[in-house]
């Protein structure tokens, strides 16, 4: 789990350039959008269609769960594990 | 001072609901009065009941059934002389969420004059002829206040502040069923109580009974309104005054975005299109925009500015004889409420294909049917609208507008409403989260149109913007049509409907087949496609100089200088 939920901060830093954030800046329970990292609406299309491709998973459009997933580096990590299975 | 806050429960036979009201309301050790409507015998034992064991609770019983509003009204007016500052309206039947009330309270507490409502979040218990009755009233409602702040009156969980509010309710006639609700707000508004909003789940219960009669409710709904309408004809010039002066009277919560641009102006036009038709329109026309170019200060200025800057070009010189006065701002203004006419024939069908002409149409059908999705960049130069006339040849368009408003969804019923036929889906994108990210995608591969502004910034995104030349100045432009269209892969088109004599002329041009942002030079890159943009923005305004129809400081650039001669 450790190792997945790396692997997504690798993957959030490099999908949207966040030069100067490091993978131990990115708190795994905290927030990505709005406060904490502050991601906006681009970063989160962005980053949905790379999860996508990356992991070869559906993401449910028009969802509420679908905000939960992508809630925190956490609950992304716990999705991916659960879609892939 | 603090306030002096009561309960008010309207009750007609909620026998069993009124038990549990009372229990969870016990919490808030507010004395409560409950006003029963002329129940049956079995619900006034019950209330018989609660007032026996719970010394917070007094019952006062009419002998016939008057209705919700007369009981609302009774129990206004009977705490405000009882001694109480402020009283919370909870309806019977143990639709709300009780647990609100705190919040509402605490809104209450900082804002004693305001009338604070519960705004309604529906679960999937709701019937389907309530949600609708409810659109149509939004849409009143809007009308009547000028304003589609007020989301939804009809929700009867709401604090009053007394001394103003039994004013209002001890001098009009207002009505005694469940019009009440909606009535004692416009009225409100009108009177300048600020009126302060907090999201709410509502839930129907299963068992519940509702008193809410569809036909004959929704008869005395339309003639309240009509009521209203007419008032608010006889109030429209102070209505229009308060509009200006006391922009923030009726604040949104705190996590609502306010509402951009001057869309009563759409709203009065709009109703009056539909019931008066097009000629009253034009004519309703002179003295609306009149009013709105005299009033408006800052939007005369940006009209000042655009006209100006437009005339400084080259081009422009050839446009304008000479610099643009007050009068070609008027003309510019009087434009705008064309528009907006024209805005309405469109969504309602009357502008047909007849008179529109459209160079590149065949290429645009050919998006549209062969279905490989696309992303189309449109302005507020001109009348996109006016593409909607072309969906008579294309069996099925399916478009998606973004839009900045957070009215969005009431918008599109209000469009389903004008023209049941209409397949455009506004999206907000101030709410765009990860889901309508993915919605995005899906249906641009899905081979639909996806429709954005271009010449607006994003209230969400402030920082997603490029500086490149407009009319011979920097001006703010979004950066988000452009990432969206690279992150989608698919073609960029421009739509422009410009109105030329009597004819729209649509200008349909391809942009770039893939938009390419590497990774490195991502914001040269993103500027680079913004400045061919401008550039193209800079061409169509001078085909249609006064069809701008962007009133405000487009360039942004006033006031740092004011800023900087203060210091």
């Known amino acids: 789990m450790k190792e997945l939920e790396e692997e997504i901060k690798e993957l959030i830093i490099d999908s949207l350039d966040l030069e100067d954030v490091k993978v131990e800046d990115i708190e795994t329970d905290a927030p990505l959008f709005g406060e904490g990292l502050g991601l906006d609406s681009i970063d989160a299309l962005e980053l949905g269609l790379q999860i996508q491709k990356k992991y070869n998973i559906k993401i449910e459009a028009k969802s509420q769960e679908t905000r939960k997933h992508f809630a925190s580096v956490k609950n992304l990590a716990a999705f991916i594990q659960e879609s892939t299975k | ?567």
């Open chain 2, 1 to 567: 001072m603090s306030p002096n806050t009561c309960i008010v429960i309207p009750i007609f036979n909620h026998k069993e609901a009124i038990i549990n009201t009372i229990k969870a309301l016990k919490k808030y050790k507010l004395f409560c009065f409950i006003i029963d409507d002329g129940s049956e015998i079995e619900t006034k034992n019950t209330l018989k009941n609660i007032e026996k064991n719970e010394d917070w609770v007094e019952c006062y019983h009419f002998t016939t059934n008057k209705g919700k509003g007369a009981a609302v009204k009774f129990g206004l007016s009977y705490a405000k002389k009882k001694g109480f500052t402020h009283a919370v309206q909870v309806d019977a039947d143990g639709q709300h969420d009780l647990g609100s009330i705190k919040k509402m309270l605490e809104i209450s507490s900082k804002n004693q004059n305001a009338f604070v409502l519960a705004q309604p979040k529906y679960d999937k218990s709701v019937p389907r002829s309530r949600l609708y009755a409810r659109y149509i009233t939004h849409f009143w409602v809007g009308i009547e206040t000028l304003s589609f702040k007020v989301l939804d009156t009809m929700c009867g969980l709401r604090v009053y502040p007394l001394e103003s509010i039994t004013k209002i309710t001890e001098k009009k006639r207002l009505g005694d069923r469940m019009d009440f609700d909606t009535e004692i707000v416009v009225r409100s508004v009108w009177k300048n109580i600020p009126v302060r909003t907090l999201h709410v789940k509502v839930h129907y219960p299963e068992d519940g009974i509702s008193h809410f009669r569809v036909f004959h409710d929704n008869v005395l709904n339309s003639k309240m309104h009509t009521k209203l309408f007419l008032g608010m004809l006889i109030r429209f010039p102070l209505l229009l005054f308060k509009k200006i002066f006391y922009k923030n009277n009726v604040e949104p919560h705190w996590s609502e975005k306010k509402e951009r641009g001057s869309s009563w102006a759409v709203k009065l036009i709009g109703f009056s299109y539909k019931v008066f038709g097009k000629t009253f329109c034009k004519l309703l026309l002179y003295p609306v925009i009149t009013y709105f170019f005299l009033t408006g200060r800052k939007s005369r200025k940006a009209s000042k500015l655009y006209l100006t800057r437009l005339y400084e070009t080259e081009e422009g010189k050839k446009i304008f004889k000479k610099k643009p006065s007050a009068i070609d701002s008027y003309k510019h203004f009087l434009e705008f409420g064309r528009a907006i006419i024209e805005k309405i024939s469109a969504w309602i069908g009357h502008i047909k294909i007849e008179n529109t002409q459209f160079d590149n149409a065949e290429e645009f059908l050919n998006l549209l049917r062969t279905k490989k999705g696309g992303v189309v960049i449109g302005s507020h130069l001109g009348n996109l609208e006016v593409i909607r006339a072309l969906s008579e040849q294309v069996d099925e368009i399916k478009m998606n507008v973004l839009a900045l408003t957070k009215h969005a969804e009431n918008f599109n019923s209000l469009l389903k409403k004008l023209n049941p036929n209409v397949d455009i889906k506004l999206i907000q994108i101030s709410e765009m989260s990860i889901d309508t990210a993915i919605l995005l995608k899906e249906k641009a591969d899905n081979g639909e149109i996806i429709v954005i502004a271009g010449d607006r910034t994003s209230a969400v995104s402030q920082e997603r913007i490029s500086y490149v030349n407009f009319l011979g100045h920097p001006a703010p432009f979004a950066q988000g049509p452009f990432i969206l269209a690279a992150l989608l892969k698919t073609p960029v088109y421009l739509l422009f409907a410009l109105r030329e004599g009597k004819k729209y002329v649509c200008y349909f041009e391809k942009f770039s087949d893939k938009i390419d942002l590497p990774k490195k030079n991502k914001e040269q890159a993103l500027k680079a496609e913004i400045e061919k943009f401008a550039v193209r923005l800079e061409h169509y305004c001078y085909k249609a100089p006064f069809q701008w129809y962007n009133f405000y400081n487009f360039w942004q650039d006033e006031k740092p200088k004011k800023e900087q001669n203060k210091a």
